[in-house]
Nanobody, 128 residues
Framework: EVQLVESGGGLVQAGGSLGLSCAAS????????IGWFRQAPMKEREEISC????????HYADFVKGRFTISRDNAKNTVYLQMNNLELEDTAVYHC?????????????????????WGKGTLVTVSS
């Protein structure tokens, strides 16, 4: 059974930091690109960052560059998202997702429609 389980969400003050984890099981982790997405109330789900299982290359959305860092540990089948300098607008449910890499790094798959599997999400609330 394929599973993606997010953890690490919670309440944090603006300017603070939070680290999220995504534990994967049930599929060949190295063959997938893993992405973080988020969905705020009344907004569409948006891409945050992706990392390739093939070569570790990364992609970030413009709005998080310099604040968020994605990493993965293939030995632990886990992807991390370190979030620093959090803003009120970062409040959302954060999901991780996986897409099977067909060629190259797979970063071209870093979008909502390409993902094969999704986690249920973890809530991040940033307070003032």
């Amino acid at each position: 059974e394929v599973q993606l389980v997010e953890s690490g969400g919670g309440l944090v003050q603006a300017g603070g930091s939070l680290g999220l984890s995504c534990a994967a099981s049930g599929f060949a982790f190295d063959d997938y690109v893993i992405g973080w997405f988020r969905q705020a109330p009344m907004k569409e789900r948006e891409e945050i960052s992706c990392i390739s299982g093939k070569d570790g290359s990364k992609h970030y959305a413009d709005f998080v560059k310099g604040r968020f860092t994605i990493s993965r540990d293939n030995a632990k089948n886990t992807v991390y998202l370190q979030m620093n300098n959090l803003e009120l607008e970062d409040t959302a449910v954060y999901h991780c997702a996986a897409a099977r890499i067909l060629y190259g790094s797979g970063l071209s798959l870093c979008n909502y429609y390409a993902m094969d599997y999704w986690g249920k999400g973890t809530l991040v609330t940033v307070s003032s």
